[in-house]
Protein backbone atom coordinates (compact mmCIF):
# COMPACT_ATOMS: atom_id res chain seq x y z
CA UNK A 1 0.00 0.00 0.00
CA UNK A 2 1.36 3.32 -1.01
CA UNK A 3 0.01 5.99 1.58
CA UNK A 4 1.63 8.75 2.07
CA UNK A 5 3.07 9.39 5.42
CA UNK A 6 0.70 12.83 5.58
CA UNK A 7 -2.73 10.73 4.50
CA UNK A 8 -5.41 10.31 7.26
CA UNK A 9 -7.02 7.39 7.36
CA UNK A 10 -9.70 6.39 10.02
CA UNK A 11 -9.62 3.22 12.24
CA UNK A 12 -12.78 2.07 10.74
CA UNK A 13 -12.20 3.02 6.45
CA UNK A 14 -10.51 -0.29 4.68
CA UNK A 15 -7.55 0.54 2.21
CA UNK A 16 -6.83 -2.48 0.19
CA UNK A 17 -2.46 -3.32 -0.21
CA UNK A 18 -2.05 -1.44 -3.85
CA UNK A 19 -4.07 1.34 -3.28
CA UNK A 20 -2.07 4.77 -3.51
CA UNK A 21 -3.37 7.77 -1.45
CA UNK A 22 -1.28 11.62 -1.91
CA UNK A 23 -0.03 13.33 0.99
CA UNK A 24 -2.75 14.83 2.90
CA UNK A 25 -5.67 13.39 1.92
CA UNK A 26 -8.16 12.23 3.99
CA UNK A 27 -10.52 9.23 4.24
CA UNK A 28 -12.96 8.89 6.91
CA UNK A 29 -14.89 6.50 8.65
CA UNK A 30 -16.48 2.96 6.74
CA UNK A 31 -14.83 4.38 3.63
CA UNK A 32 -13.42 1.43 1.53
CA UNK A 33 -10.78 2.13 -1.19
CA UNK A 34 -9.63 -1.13 -3.54
CA UNK A 35 -6.34 -1.60 -4.22
CA UNK A 36 -6.11 -0.24 -7.51
CA UNK A 37 -6.99 2.99 -7.05
CA UNK A 38 -4.93 5.87 -7.01
CA UNK A 39 -6.04 9.08 -4.80
CA UNK A 40 -4.31 12.46 -5.42
CA UNK A 41 -3.25 14.68 -2.82
CA UNK A 42 -5.17 16.89 -0.44
CA UNK A 43 -8.60 15.31 -1.20
CA UNK A 44 -11.31 14.00 1.01
CA UNK A 45 -13.56 11.09 1.44
CA UNK A 46 -16.19 11.08 3.72
CA UNK A 47 -18.35 8.77 5.46
CA UNK A 48 -19.20 5.52 3.66
CA UNK A 49 -17.16 6.06 0.02
CA UNK A 50 -16.68 3.55 -2.16
CA UNK A 51 -13.87 3.56 -4.75
CA UNK A 52 -13.08 0.82 -7.01
CA UNK A 53 -9.95 -1.10 -8.66
CA UNK A 54 -9.65 0.76 -12.13
CA UNK A 55 -10.24 4.63 -10.44
CA UNK A 56 -7.54 7.47 -10.93
CA UNK A 57 -9.03 10.67 -8.47
CA UNK A 58 -7.35 13.75 -9.21
CA UNK A 59 -5.79 16.10 -6.37
CA UNK A 60 -7.94 18.71 -4.29
CA UNK A 61 -11.22 16.41 -4.89
CA UNK A 62 -14.34 16.34 -2.15
CA UNK A 63 -15.39 13.19 -2.10
CA UNK A 64 -18.90 13.61 0.30
CA UNK A 65 -21.03 10.66 2.35
CA UNK A 66 -22.22 8.09 0.73
CA UNK A 67 -20.60 8.01 -2.89
CA UNK A 68 -19.75 5.10 -4.64
CA UNK A 69 -16.99 5.79 -7.53
CA UNK A 70 -16.64 2.58 -9.39
CA UNK A 71 -14.31 1.17 -12.13
CA UNK A 72 -14.01 3.49 -15.25
CA UNK A 73 -15.04 6.90 -13.37
CA UNK A 74 -11.95 9.36 -13.11
CA UNK A 75 -12.69 12.80 -11.01
CA UNK A 76 -10.25 15.01 -12.05
CA UNK A 77 -8.17 18.11 -9.75
CA UNK A 78 -10.87 19.68 -8.11
CA UNK A 79 -14.31 18.05 -8.46
CA UNK A 80 -16.77 17.63 -6.14
CA UNK A 81 -19.08 14.87 -5.61
CA UNK A 82 -21.67 15.99 -3.46
CA UNK A 83 -23.74 13.64 -0.71
CA UNK A 84 -25.10 10.46 -2.41
CA UNK A 85 -24.32 11.49 -6.22
CA UNK A 86 -24.46 8.11 -8.15
CA UNK A 87 -21.99 6.94 -10.47
CA UNK A 88 -22.94 3.96 -12.91
CA UNK A 89 -20.29 2.12 -15.17
CA UNK A 90 -22.60 -0.20 -17.08
CA UNK A 91 -25.31 0.65 -19.32
CA UNK A 92 -27.83 -2.05 -19.35
CA UNK A 93 -26.79 -4.59 -16.38
CA UNK A 94 -28.54 -7.80 -15.59
CA UNK A 95 -27.45 -9.55 -12.19
CA UNK A 96 -27.22 -12.93 -14.44
CA UNK A 97 -25.04 -11.29 -16.69
CA UNK A 98 -21.16 -10.20 -16.68
CA UNK A 99 -20.60 -7.11 -18.14
CA UNK A 100 -17.07 -6.65 -16.52
CA UNK A 101 -16.05 -5.76 -20.29
CA UNK A 102 -18.35 -3.33 -21.05
CA UNK A 103 -17.49 -1.15 -18.42
CA UNK A 104 -17.73 2.59 -20.45
CA UNK A 105 -15.84 5.33 -19.05
CA UNK A 106 -16.97 8.39 -17.43
CA UNK A 107 -14.70 11.65 -17.06
CA UNK A 108 -15.59 14.37 -14.37
CA UNK A 109 -13.34 17.09 -15.35
CA UNK A 110 -11.70 19.58 -13.51
CA UNK A 111 -13.63 22.13 -10.95
CA UNK A 112 -16.54 20.71 -11.63
CA UNK A 113 -19.48 20.21 -9.31
CA UNK A 114 -21.97 16.96 -8.69
CA UNK A 115 -24.53 17.96 -6.67
CA UNK A 116 -26.22 16.08 -3.70
CA UNK A 117 -28.08 12.88 -5.21
CA UNK A 118 -27.33 13.58 -8.78
CA UNK A 119 -27.11 10.26 -11.33
CA UNK A 120 -24.06 10.82 -13.99
CA UNK A 121 -24.86 7.71 -16.16
CA UNK A 122 -21.82 5.94 -17.94
CA UNK A 123 -20.13 7.02 -20.56
CA UNK A 124 -20.45 10.89 -19.97
CA UNK A 125 -18.05 13.50 -20.13
CA UNK A 126 -18.67 16.18 -17.72
CA UNK A 127 -16.95 19.67 -18.62
CA UNK A 128 -14.57 21.35 -16.76
CA UNK A 129 -16.30 23.32 -13.83
CA UNK A 130 -19.82 22.70 -14.80
CA UNK A 131 -22.32 22.31 -12.41
CA UNK A 132 -24.71 19.31 -12.20
CA UNK A 133 -27.85 20.74 -9.70
CA UNK A 134 -29.35 18.19 -6.83
CA UNK A 135 -31.26 15.22 -8.15
CA UNK A 136 -29.89 15.93 -11.78
CA UNK A 137 -29.55 12.62 -14.04
CA UNK A 138 -26.93 13.57 -16.78
CA UNK A 139 -26.97 11.29 -20.07
CA UNK A 140 -25.25 13.26 -22.17
CA UNK A 141 -22.17 15.03 -23.07
CA UNK A 142 -21.87 18.83 -20.64
CA UNK A 143 -20.33 21.33 -21.82
CA UNK A 144 -17.72 23.43 -19.60
CA UNK A 145 -19.14 25.76 -17.06
CA UNK A 146 -22.62 24.40 -18.61
CA UNK A 147 -25.03 24.07 -15.86
CA UNK A 148 -27.62 21.01 -15.84
CA UNK A 149 -30.80 20.60 -13.87
CA UNK A 150 -33.75 17.90 -14.09
CA UNK A 151 -34.66 14.78 -15.44
CA UNK A 152 -33.30 14.24 -17.28
CA UNK A 153 -30.65 16.97 -17.22
CA UNK A 154 -30.71 19.91 -19.52
CA UNK A 155 -28.57 22.83 -19.74
CA UNK A 156 -30.14 26.26 -17.84
CA UNK A 157 -27.19 27.95 -18.44
CA UNK A 158 -23.54 28.56 -17.34
CA UNK A 159 -21.32 29.03 -14.03
CA UNK A 160 -18.04 30.54 -13.24
CA UNK A 161 -15.38 28.78 -11.68
CA UNK A 162 -15.87 30.41 -8.71
CA UNK A 163 -19.51 29.09 -8.69
CA UNK A 164 -21.85 32.18 -9.33
CA UNK A 165 -24.07 32.02 -12.17
CA UNK A 166 -22.78 33.66 -15.58
CA UNK A 167 -25.02 35.98 -16.83
CA UNK A 168 -24.59 34.85 -20.62
CA UNK A 169 -27.46 33.51 -22.62
CA UNK A 170 -27.43 29.53 -23.89
CA UNK A 171 -26.33 30.65 -28.00
CA UNK A 172 -24.82 33.58 -29.66
CA UNK A 173 -22.40 35.77 -28.76
CA UNK A 174 -21.82 38.06 -25.02
CA UNK A 175 -19.32 38.65 -22.28
CA UNK A 176 -19.31 39.00 -18.70
CA UNK A 177 -16.72 39.54 -15.46
CA UNK A 178 -16.60 37.75 -12.53
CA UNK A 179 -17.41 39.99 -9.44
CA UNK A 180 -15.16 37.89 -7.50
CA UNK A 181 -12.47 37.20 -9.59
CA UNK A 182 -11.84 39.77 -12.13
CA UNK A 183 -12.43 36.86 -14.72
CA UNK A 184 -13.70 37.60 -18.41
CA UNK A 185 -16.51 34.52 -19.62
CA UNK A 186 -16.69 35.06 -23.50
CA UNK A 187 -19.52 32.81 -25.33
CA UNK A 188 -18.46 32.21 -28.99
CA UNK A 189 -21.76 29.80 -30.71
CA UNK A 190 -22.99 27.39 -28.28
CA UNK A 191 -19.67 27.17 -25.96
CA UNK A 192 -18.43 29.26 -22.79
CA UNK A 193 -15.21 30.14 -22.29
CA UNK A 194 -13.09 32.00 -19.50
CA UNK A 195 -9.73 34.19 -19.42
CA UNK A 196 -8.20 34.92 -16.28
CA UNK A 197 -8.25 38.86 -15.43
CA UNK A 198 -4.60 37.41 -14.41
CA UNK A 199 -3.61 36.67 -18.06
Known amino acids: MAVHSEAIIHECAIVYEGARI???????????VCEGAVIGEKCSLGQNVFVGNKVQIGNNVKVQNNVSVYDNVTPEDGVFCGPSAMFTNVLNPRSAVSRKNEYRDTLVERGATLGANCTIVCGTRIGHFAFIGAGAVVNRPVKPFGLMVGVPARQVGWMSAHGDRVELPLLGHGEWRCPHTGDLYKLQGDQAAARSSQA
Open 22 to 32: GAFTRIWHWTH
